[in-house]
């Protein structure tokens, strides 16, 4: 997730258990990659195997051989700084502007959206009616993992998964009744990120999605900030530790930030 960046004057000491970081490239601006990069190796590596197939299951064109990455990593065979390098590159070979060398920052939005795209058939989009149960299509559709939701009228990022169903301009057959119009997951995703720069959208700590009339949580694992040119981040394990890194600042390592439990909305707009 994406938000602005503010800076916090208090800074805790750095833990050498926390997640690892990035040291950023001040040859080849590298901030974007750094602050996506730390958030999803400490997801993959707290279940190295089942992230390793989460990620190939996405697409097979980055994110497989991104896991690949993170098991030299994990093994010790490879920075993962080489890692970000290596990726940057192939990024970089697709598409100069998008993801420019030097001192030229990419977006991290833009990186998101290329490394995690994937062109399956994995949700399903329905035109029904609430009233009569009346439905007029159901179909497999394609639904991405990335979402800018900054032009929603929403309050919260949890209340954004609420829009995936919206009112049609159509009338249903059977009652009259306005026809809506939703999109949903065959099944649960593994990752979303939400981007909303400049919003006044609340981060919530859990996302839930309605699959199959179920209710599906996703935890927050991470946020990615932004302000004069550089983006730096926070990183949530599973069980709510908060880590800030930023590749300047921090480096290699990560400092505890506090437990997301005791965190409001307006703690996380921080950095």
């Not at 750094?34 to 097979?60: A, G, H, Q, R």
């Not at 302000?227 to 949530?236: A, Y």
């Not at 930023?246 to 437990?259: A, F, L, M, Q, V």
Request: include cysteine; proline fraction near 3%; glycine fraction near 6%.
């Amino acid at each position: 997730m994406e938000n602005n960046k503010k800076v916090k004057n208090d800074i805790t000491t750095p833990s050498i258990s926390g997640p690892i970081g990035l040291k950023w490239d001040s040859k080849n601006y590298s901030c974007s990659y750094d602050s996506l990069l730390v958030i999803l190796y400490d997801i993959w590596k707290e279940n190295p195997d089942e992230w390793t197939e989460n990620f190939k299951s996405i697409n097979e064109t980055y994110m497989k051989n991104l896991a690949s990455g993170f098991k030299q990593v994990f093994e010790g065979n490879k920075s993962l700084e080489n890692v970000r390098n290596t990726h940057r590159q192939t990024l970089n070979n697709i598409s100069l502007e998008k993801f420019p060398m030097g001192k030229n920052n990419a977006s991290v939005a833009e990186l998101a959206f290329e490394l995690l795209k994937s062109n399956d058939e994995n949700a399903i989009s329905q035109i029904s009616c609430s009233q009569c149960d009346y439905t007029v299509i159901d179909y497999l559709d394609q639904l991405g993992y990335i979402f800018d939701i900054g032009n929603y009228k929403v309050s919260s990022t949890e209340k954004w998964s609420r829009k995936l169903k919206e009112p049609s301009t159509e009338r249903c057959n059977e009652c009259f009744s306005k026809l809506g119009y939703e999109l949903q997951y065959k099944e649960k995703p593994k990752l979303v990120i939400l981007e909303y720069p400049f919003s006044n959208i609340e981060t919530s700590h859990t996302l839930k999605l309605n699959i199959n009339g179920q209710i599906n949580i996703l935890s927050l694992r991470g946020i990615v900030y932004h302000g004069e040119n550089h983006f730096s981040s926070k990183i949530i394990s599973s069980e709510g530790k908060v880590w800030y890194h930023d590749g300047i600042e921090t480096g290699k390592i990560s400092i505890e930030d506090g437990n997301l439990l005791n965190m409001t909305s307006n703690d996380l707009k921080v950095c």
